[in-house]
């Protein structure tokens, strides 16, 4: 009478696919370890350094003009690129400037008189020509449009920062997933530890992979996507593993492979929902929720189908290999007949 | 499990109206708030620059600058120092050769006769005692002084090093708040962060690029004598005596006047002067600015002066001449005034620099993120509306997945919202758009632990049991699962938060205070629920 996506009683068994899952895991991994050193990915303003200007106005803006001013500005590699809604309407353009090098072109002209500072000064001018920069097509932009014209956003990165946030980018990364790594190892044991590091690493290079091969742009937001990701999809792999850890104490005589296969058919239904009533909320975003979160969305709902494919196709089977202690009854592992 | 006493009751719809009651003033017009009575919560989520628009600045403090600026003045103390002074009866030292080195910050003071060395430590030491910047601990001595042959060095210690940098960051940030905002009425935020950072935070509309331009001049302003016995001509092509410098006249209309030989030491510094205004030229046609010095300032001034009647002093301003007046008579009464082709706008800028006093150091902007108000009020109800869809989006679903037990999970959903909005308002947390996104992300995970307990009551149902036992059961064996995947997220928040910049923290904050909540709505408010459904109608059979 309700809704089930999932029948009441399943038993599909998860264990035999785990030689096709893993070749498809595997070759997942390798495609994007290959797109991730081929075509490298798309870093933006955060992380590359470099001036992004949204400028929106009245009337449609022409990207080719806009494109021709700005290149012209011989500010390096420029790109112009139109934001559309969901409908195809046009809501801004918006120009990225590469991370400009101080004293290579002729632009800055000193507007600091150095007194001697050699080293710091020219760490300063590096920051400071990316201010010129900005100020620079600003000008442009606002020669070329008119005045009338609203800059909607304006991002300047320059080098310092750029190379702290990578860093600190990382370090997030890194971080979360050794703390789920002790956090499951005192809830549970090693084995299953691994297993869902495994399934984490796992997902954190899909989603790199996935950003690698769109060339979608992978700023401080998609960080956050990550480490959400990381949160759910441990959330997963924790759900199916307690009912391991169940199963295992109540079934004392059953394969190993026939426990997993129960446990997650057991809590199937459960991955399904939530899974659903997650992309649910995340689709509303998606659609809704404007071009500023639109890449966020994007990884969360890619990282949300990896995540639960991981739990069950990789963190399980992980234990087949591994072996698990069987008897959860007693803390010294004493033979039971 | 699913017996509540009174008192448990009374403390869950406890908590959510008091979550309620901090939910509230932030849907109240600020009118409104401000007549609530005085127990009421007052306090709002404010909102991120993302949202509201605005300007978001980190600055760099140059404190390497500061420490050089301070070795190269007490270079110049010691110069000044070994000259004789007939009226303490004290000789001249002769100097052989006084130098600071920048990569050690070390100065060197290299005398002519070994003989002088007790005599020029001592007047060294005398030089280099005072805590220049006050508040030092008693007996600590900034400079370390050491001696050996005819060479003497002074060096910074590490106490005074790192005092003086944590004090010119403190400096900066009060001269960059009266240049922002002198008034003080802004909602302007001025913030150190690490040992040599400033972030500044301006909401609202104000051009980011005057603002950059405000901040980052120095606004340094000193006054020299000018040395007429050289040539600029010879200066530029690279004839400049030790102690001279060559300076440019500031862009002012008209000018364009050829640069000026000064001596490098000050005479008076822009640190002596207590205030400046503008105001139209006394002397008809354009804007001057008038300023006072200080008791010292005043009396140098007055002595510089009084001595140099009919010569030339140059007022420079970050580098650049604004004025060169010929001294015409002693001026006493400290004050003045400086007469250059200022436009009303110029002298009023220029002003304002002044009486702002001097930034320590040149400040560099690091990163600049400005939003403008259009696209922060699309934010705000793009963010709005995707909340309000995939909530609406998740209830329906839960109610059509499990009838009765969807509603009561669709009221903790609504009560968990509440309480985040109310905790939000609690913390005056700042709502960035990551942020809403981390709310809604939070009402499609919330559901989940609901889900986890449904389902397994399910499972229990189908094993046999009745309604309230299964219910029973199912509450209990869904706990250690539901802690374990809410801890997990809840630490992917804290290192995000601990990590993260600007809008992330703002995500992670939601996300963490939504996991915490939603724990309580989904776990203990529909098991309330359920329990006041099933122990009072204690049905034999549960569609589920």
């Known amino acids: 009478m309700f809704l089930k996506l999932v029948p009441d009683s ?28 081929s075509l490298g990915l798309n870093f933006g303003v955060d992380f590359r350094g470099g001036v992004t200007i949204e400028v929106a106005d009245s009337e449609p803006i022409d990207i080719g003009e806009v494109r021709t001013v700005v290149s012209g500005l011989g500010l390096g590699d420029v790109k112009v690129q139109s934001i559309q809604d969901f409908a195809g309407t046009e809501e801004a353009v918006v120009v990225f400037i590469e991370q400009q090098e101080a004293g290579e072109a002729g632009e800055s002209d000193g507007e600091a008189a150095p007194d001697g500072d050699a080293p710091e000064a020219e760490g300063d001018a590096n920051e400071l020509v990316q201010q010129e920069a900005a100020t620079q097509v600003q000008e442009a932009l606002k020669t070329l449009l008119g005045d009338d014209i609203e800059f909607r956003k304006i991002d300047v990165v320059g080098p310092t920062v750029s190379g702290e946030l990578i860093q600190k980018g990382a370090l997030a990364v890194v971080l979360a997933i050794a703390m789920m790594l002790i956090y499951i190892w005192l809830r549970f044991e090693w084995q299953f530890s691994l297993g869902a590091i495994v399934a984490l690493v796992h997902d954190v290079i899909i989603t790199l992979g996935m950003f690698a091969v769109t060339r979608l742009e992978f700023n401080l937001a998609i960080i956050a996507a990550i480490l959400t990701i990381v949160g759910y999809s441990m959330n997963d792999t924790v759900v199916v593993y307690d009912r391991v850890r169940e199963n295992l104490r109540k079934y004392k005589r059953k394969e190993l492979a026939e426990v997993l296969d129960l446990s997650i058919n057991d809590t199937l239904s459960r991955t399904v929902m939530t899974s659903v009533t997650t992309l649910l909320a995340l689709a509303a975003l998606a659609v809704f929720g404007g071009e500023v979160l639109r890449g966020f969305t994007l990884a969360m709902i890619w990282g949300i189908v990896i995540g639960t494919y991981s739990s069950i196709f990789v963190a399980s089977p992980f234990l087949l290999a591994t072996g698990v202690k069987r008897d959860w009854s007693k803390q010294s592992a004493t033979a039971t007949p | 499990m699913l017996q509540f006493s009174k008192t448990q009751i009374a ?60 070795m190269r003045a007490v270079m110049s103390d010691i110069r000044r120092e070994m000259r004789p002074n007939r009226a303490g009866g004290r000789e001249r030292v002769s100097i052989d050769n006084l130098a600071y080195n920048e990569a050690t910050n070390v100065v060197t003071l290299r005398l002519r006769n070994e003989a002088d060395l007790n005599e020029a430590r001592d007047r ?33 210690t590490q106490e005074a090093e790192r005092f003086y940098s944590s004090e010119s960051v403190r400096d900066s940030i009060e001269v960059v708040r009266r240049r922002i905002d002198p008034a003080g009425n802004k909602e302007v935020s001025i913030q150190p962060q690490g040992a040599d950072r400033i972030v500044v935070q301006v909401p609202g509309d104000d051009d980011p690029e005057a603002l950059k331009a405000i901040i980052n001049r120095t606004g340094q302003l000193s006054f020299h004598r000018q040395d007429p016995s050289v040539n600029p001509q010879d200066a530029a092509a690279g004839l400049l005596p030790p ?68 010569s030339i002093f140059a007022i420079v301003l970050d580098g650049e001449i604004i004025s060169a007046p010929r001294i015409q008579s002693a001026i006493t009464q400290g004050n003045g005034r400086i007469t250059g082709n200022f436009s009303a706008l110029e002298a009023s800028e220029t002003a304002l620099l002044i009486r702002s006093g001097a930034l320590p150091a040149e400040l560099t902007t690091l990163e600049q993120r400005s939003v403008g108000p259009d696209l922060g009020r699309d934010s705000v109800e793009a963010g709005a509306k995707a909340l309000i869809i995939g909530f609406i989006g998740v209830i329906i679903y839960m109610v059509i997945s499990y009838g009765r037990f969807g509603v009561y999970a669709d009221m903790a959903l609504i009560a968990n919202v509440i309480l985040i909005a109310g905790v939000l308002s609690l913390l005056g947390s700042t709502l960035t758009l990551p942020g809403i996104a981390g ?8 559901v989940d632990a609901n889900v986890l307990i449904f389902e397994r009551i399910r499972e229990e149902l189908a094993n046999g049991k009745t309604p309230i036992n299964a219910a029973e059961v199912g509450y209990q064996k869904a706990w250690s699962a539901i802690l374990d995947a809410n801890v997990t997220t809840f630490l992917a928040a804290l290192i995000m938060f601990q990590l993260g910049a600007g809008p992330v923290r703002g995500f992670a904050i939601t996300l963490a205070v939504g996991v915490v909540t939603s724990v309580f709505t989904a776990y203990v408010l529909t098991r309330l629920f359920a329990g006041g459904y099933l122990l009072s109608k204690r049905p034999k059979t549960m569609a589920l």
């Open chain 2, 439 to 446: 709310i809604v992300l939070t009402v499609g995970m919330a």
């Open chain 2, 243 to 310: 102690g001279r410098m060559l300076v440019p006249f500031a862009e002012f209309e008209g000018s364009g006047a050829p640069p000026m030989v000064l001596f490098e030491d000050a005479e008076v510094t822009g640190d002596m002067v207590e205030n400046a205004s503008a105001g139209p030229n006394s002397d008809g046609g354009g804007f001057q600015i008038n300023f006072t010095f200080d008791s010292r300032g005043a009396r140098r001034f007055a002595d510089y002066t009084r001595n140099n009647i009919g």
């Open chain 1, 10 to 37: 399943t038993n599909i068994q998860f264990t035999r696919m785990r030689m096709a899952a893993m070749a498809l895991s595997a070759a997942l991994i390798v495609g994007s370890f290959i797109a991730l050193f």
């Open chain 2, 124 to 156: 060294v030491r005398d030089v280099t005692r005072g805590g220049l910047g006050g508040g030092l601990g008693l007996g600590l001595r900034p400079y370390a002084v050491s001696a050996s042959g005819a060479r003497i060095e002074i060096a910074m």
């Open chain 2, 11 to 70: 403390g869950i719809v406890g908590l959510i109206i008091l979550g309620l009651a901090f939910a509230i003033p932030n849907f109240l017009s600020e009118e409104t708030r401000n007549n609530l009575p005085g127990f009421l919560p007052k306090t709002t989520i404010n909102l991120g620059l993302d949202l509201q628009g605005g300007s978001y600045l980190l600055l760099g403090v140059d404190t390497d600058k500061v420490i050089d600026d301070r």
